[in-house]
T-cell receptor, first 116, second 113 residues
Framework: GAVVSQHPSWVICKSGTSVKIECRSL??????MFWYRQFPKQSLMLMAT?????????EQGVEKDKFLINHASLTLSTLTVTSAHPEDSSFYIC????????????FGPGTRLTVT | AQSVTQLGSHVSVSEGALVLLRCNYS??????LFWYVQYPNQGLQLLLK??????LVKGINGFEAEFKKSETSFHLTKPSAHMSDAAEYFC???????????FGAGTQVVVTP
């Protein structure tokens, strides 16, 4: 089946540093990937839609200069949290859409980011 | 625009009892609806989906859901709960042509022996 991986699975960083999270579709090509943020005991909040070869589309209220998204290939999208602060600590989940003829999304296992 | 509402943030069921999780949607276009399950500190796993065709959809792990247009509902059921069903369940619907999903608030399922 369609598998999406994320790396790292967890990361601790100091305030002010940047962190890059990778999202890969392992056995399919994904022209569209999505990045979500999830706070404890809450639902997923869509941050941005990432299309291969073009700029990401950010949801209202999401700082695009802080959360840099790059979708350089059909199997890889990256999210870089720049100048991280403790309030950026969260669970970040990516998903990849299974082709343009399907609305199915397959989710990565998530990345737990803790900013100290 | 599509919106998804899950009724009940917390459901407790006995092992072997029926699991019923409620989801209602609002949309002016034919919906594409999904149920996902999330275990602690993990990503989401697709349980089942409705796109077109048969309104009773069977998924993995014995779950099924019925799309009822007249009631704008897509409730998830499982006849007999198992301890391994304890998890968070999310109903979601497509909101645009890119395939953006809007999630319900989630329902935490607790299974008691």
């Amino acid at each position: 089946g369609a598998v999406v991986s994320q790396h790292p699975s967890w990361v601790i960083c100091k305030s002010g540093t940047s962190v890059k999270i990778e999202c890969r579709s392992l056995d399919f090509q994904a022209t569209t990937m999505f990045w979500y943020r999830q706070f404890p005991k809450q639902s997923l909040m869509l941050m941005a839609t990432s299309n291969e070869g073009s700029k990401a589309t950010y949801e209202q209220g999401v700082e695009k200069d802080k959360f840099l998204i790059n979708h350089a290939s059909l199997t890889l999208s990256t999210l870089t949290v720049t100048s991280a602060h403790p309030e950026d600590s969260s669970f970040y989940i990516c998903s990849a859409r299974l082709g343009t003829n399907s609305y199915e999304q397959y989710f990565g296992p998530g990345t737990r980011l803790t900013v100290t | 625009a599509q919106s998804v509402t899950q009724l009940g943030s917390h459901v407790s069921v006995s092992e072997g009892a029926l699991v019923l999780l409620r989801c209602n949607y609002s949309s002016s276009v034919p919906p594409y609806l999904f149920w996902y399950v999330q275990y602690p500190n993990q990503g989401l796993q697709l349980l089942l989906k409705y796109t077109t065709g048969a309104t009773l959809v069977k998924g993995i792990n014995g779950f099924e859901a019925e799309f009822k247009k007249s009631e704008t509902s897509f409730h998830l059921t499982k006849p007999s709960a198992h301890m391994s069903d304890a998890a968070e369940y999310f109903c979601a619907g497509i909101t645009d042509s890119w395939g953006k999903l809007q999630f319900g608030a989630g329902t935490q399922v607790v299974v008691t022996p």
